[in-house]
């Protein structure tokens, strides 16, 4: 029984979420040939003041616009 945990910034939709459940799932199906009904997919959303990069807040790298290496929501 897979059990995958992907952890994210807030902001992406139920509907972005909704195709990473369904992507991954699909992919631990045909990579490892997966039950999908006994496959697990959770989605654990951060806020951007709780995640660091570099020793910086992902909140302060978008607000100073330093985001040439993470996403730009």
Do not use: C, H
């Amino acid at each position: 029984m897979p059990y995958v945990e992907l952890n994210l910034t807030v902001g992406a939709t139920k509907e972005q979420k909704a195709q990473l459940v369904e992507g991954i799932t699909d992919l631990l199906v045909k990579v490892l040939n997966k039950n999908p009904s006994s496959t697990q997919i959770v989605i654990k959303e951060v806020p951007v003041d709780s995640w660091g990069i570099a020793g910086r807040s992902v909140k302060s790298l978008r607000k100073e616009g330093d985001t040439a290496f993470i996403s730009k929501q």
